[in-house]
Structure formats: C-alpha cells, structure tokens
C-alpha cells in the first residue's frame, strides 16, 4: 500500500521519533508500505516520519546500474531503532534531495564512512558498515528521526538561496 507523504512545513518533520516498541506484524506492514512509497517515488531512502509516523524506522534501497546501463533497485535495507556506532573522520560532499522537500537539491558534507546498528524486520540485531551513498542515505535518513532535514546541514549563500523555493514548497505541498 502506497502512504501519504508529509511534506515540508508539516510539523511532524521537526519531531524526535520514537523508538520503536516491538517488532510486530503492523512494523513489518508499515516497513513494506515504507519500500514501496519509496520506489513508486523514485527514493532511495524513506524515514517513518515522512509517512506521517513518529517512529524511528527508516528504510533505503540504492539502485545499482546494470550492464544494459538501466538501473535496478538493490535488496531494501529496514533500519529499526538505528543507532549510529562510529562516522568516518574524513568527510564527503554530495548533492542531497529529499522526497519531503520535492525538487530542492543541495550539497551537503557529511562522513564518507559510518557502522550503523539496528533491529532489522525479524527483531534481530544487525551492525552495516556503510559507505558513500549508502553511508550519506542512512545518515540523511537518520536525521529525520531526530527532526532534522538536509537543509539544516547547509550553509551561505546556498542554503539562503533556498528560502524563496522553500516557501513554495510548503504552499504547494504541505497546504494542499
Ligand atoms: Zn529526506
């Protein structure tokens, strides 16, 4: 089932997720609901606050170019409850977009390298090292469930340049 997506400007966007309290039956749906919103969207990652639920889950699938040069999304990774053991000193600066935020882009700098543990849909407990987009898609992720977007992350004149798009942004999506 495809989810509503919440929108810059909602305030759940700016909300501490909670912890997830047992990894139930409705998770695992909401998890599936969460992969599918995410590609039906064109996303590689989708955090539980994005779909209007304040719960710390998110979920990421990065698409793999093939030989035939099209692109097919990787195996869905569920992070439940993640926490974030150790970054990388050295840093990466990418352009980031965010479904939330449609068609705002910016670079954000961020560690290249982070280890991740979570509960995954079963309950078990799994530790990632993740690394470049994977690495800057969970971490991007993981802010949400702390109520925080990309666009914090910028600085300048670049994030400033934003306001004027934000503010459309919020009128055409959140408000409607
Ligand atoms: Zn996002």
């Known amino acids: 089932m495809l989810l509503k997506l919440a929108y810059y400007g909602d305030p759940i966007l700016r909300k501490k997720a909670e912890p997830v309290k047992e990894i139930s039956e409705t998770i695992r749906t909401l998890a599936q609901d969460m992969v599918d919103t995410m590609i039906a969207h064109n996303g590689i990652g989708l955090a539980g606050p994005q779909v209007h ?13 093939q030989p035939d040069e099209s692109w097919k999304h990787n195996d869905p990774l569920v992070f439940i409850n993640p926490e974030i053991l150790s970054f990388s000193e050295d840093l990466c600066v990418h352009s980031e977009g965010c479904l939330s935020i449609p068609k705002i882009y910016g670079d954000v700098l961020r560690p290249c390298r982070i280890t991740i543990r979570c509960l995954n849909v079963d ?4 530790t990632r090292d993740l690394s470049e ?16 977007l990309f666009i914090d992350r910028m600085r300048g004149k670049e994030r400033k340049d934003l306001d004027p798009l934000l503010k459309n942004v919020k ?4 408000k409607n």
């Open 123 to 126: 309950g078990e407990m799994v």
């Open 133 to 148: 987009l994977q690495a800057r898609c969970a971490l991007h992720e993981n802010d949400h469930l702390n109520g925080v």
């Open 171 to 174: 009128n055409k999506f959140y």
């Open 53 to 65: 639920q304040s719960l710390r889950i998110f979920v990421m699938s990065i698409p793999i170019q």
